[in-house]
């Protein structure tokens, strides 16, 4: 059977700790083997490019590409756009495949392709040049080491697998800036025990939570369920929301709710916030058992098909009229 190869890109753009050089700066971009973070200033060292420039601007910069095995290796370097996964909303940026429209179109670095000695680092410069039409507010991107080899390991489906490692680009493009946060979609689904009072019921609340200003939002989403009259069921701040949610993008998150009522009729309300953004956005919900819609749902017929019957015993039937002469 021949065998299927998928390529997977990883890119580690996690927070860890960097301990193997003291000119390493903590919080650099790393995944074991290598790291990338910005050269070190004149005043300290920094965990990612925090740059800002006008329309037409052009800034000069440098990355470290730092090799921690014992034998040397080989990168890609290229800049790529950042975005929000669809499925937590943590921070991503595209391949080296996808196109590129911010950062990942702008920046340059002098060289596309480095070797790294064993155990050594070396510092490549790059330009970020901001075109005259750029929009004001914030560009997230990134550069990349990609290490271009393909791991494929052994069976019927043979996984290949290509690592990244990138430092971030928080750019700000000078002119207006717009913090607005929405809250879309609201949807809840209930889960029910058969009988009432037998087994534990709960419900899901989903949203989607989209940045529709220019700048990266740092969210918070506070839930509250009332149910009849009022009453309120449910009121907490939620805790699984991304980071920083980035201009322009989307994430579809969802929230349990334990212990949902199994009989009740009212609201969910969820309202988001960031700096200087607030928006709100509800849903109506109605639990009902299926035992209690089942036996509602035999009754209503027995009850509508007894009183057709005794419409027609009394006479008050139907007729058909005679046509007249």
Same mark, same amino acid.
């Given at each position: ?155 019927? $489906? %043979?996984? !290949? +697998? ?5 430092? =971030?680009?928080? #750019? @700000?493009? *000078? /002119? ?121 749902? $035999? %009754?209503? !017929? +027995? ?5 057709? =019957?005794?419409? #027609? @015993?009394? *006479? /008050? ?9």
């Amino acid at each position: 059977m021949r065998k299927l190869y998928v390529l997977l890109l990883s890119l580690n753009l996690s927070l860890s700790l960097f301990l193997a050089a003291a000119a390493a700066p903590a919080h650099a971009a790393d995944n074991g083997s290598w790291s990338v973070y910005p050269a070190a200033s004149q005043i300290a060292a920094r965990p990612y490019f925090y740059l800002s420039a006008d329309p037409g601007q052009t800034i000069d910069d440098k990355v470290v590409v730092s090799n921690r095995t014992g034998r040397p290796l080989t990168f890609r370097l290229y800049a790529a756009d950042a975005y929000n996964t669809a499925r937590d909303g943590g921070f991503a940026v595209r391949t080296v495949a996808e196109k590129q429209r911010g950062v990942g179109a702008w920046a340059r670095p002098a060289k596309s392709r480095v070797t790294v000695p064993a155990h050594g680092r070396i510092t490549v410069p790059f330009t970020l040049s901001v075109p005259e039409g750029a929009e004001p507010g914030d560009h997230p991107g990134a550069l990349v080491a990609l290490d271009e080899r393909i791991d494929r390991g052994d069976g019927a $489906v %043979a996984l !290949g +697998v290509q690592r990244a490692v990138a430092a =971030r680009i928080y #750019l @700000r493009v *000078g /002119g207006p800036t717009v913090p607005a946060i929405a809250v879309e979609d609201v949807r809840v689904s209930h889960h029910q025990p058969l009988v009432p009072g037998l087994g534990d019921s709960g419900a899901t609340i989903s949203y989607t939570l989209r940045n529709t200003g220019n700048v990266t939002l740092s969210p918070k989403v506070e839930l509250r369920a009332t149910g009849l009259f009022g009453r309120t069921l449910l009121s907490r701040e939620l805790a699984d929301l991304p980071a920083e949610l980035l201009p322009g993008q989307r994430v579809r998150l969802s929230e349990p709710w334990r212990a949902a009522p199994q009989l009740d009729w009212g609201q969910v309300k969820l309202t988001a916030s960031a700096k200087d953004t607030r928006e709100s956005a509800s849903a109506g919900f109605f639990a009902l058992p299926w035992l209690v819609a089942v036996v509602l749902f $035999v %009754a209503g !017929g +027995v009850g509508g098909g007894m009183w057709v =019957r005794l419409r #027609l @015993r009394t *006479g /008050g039937g139907w007729s058909r009229s005679s046509p007249r002469p």
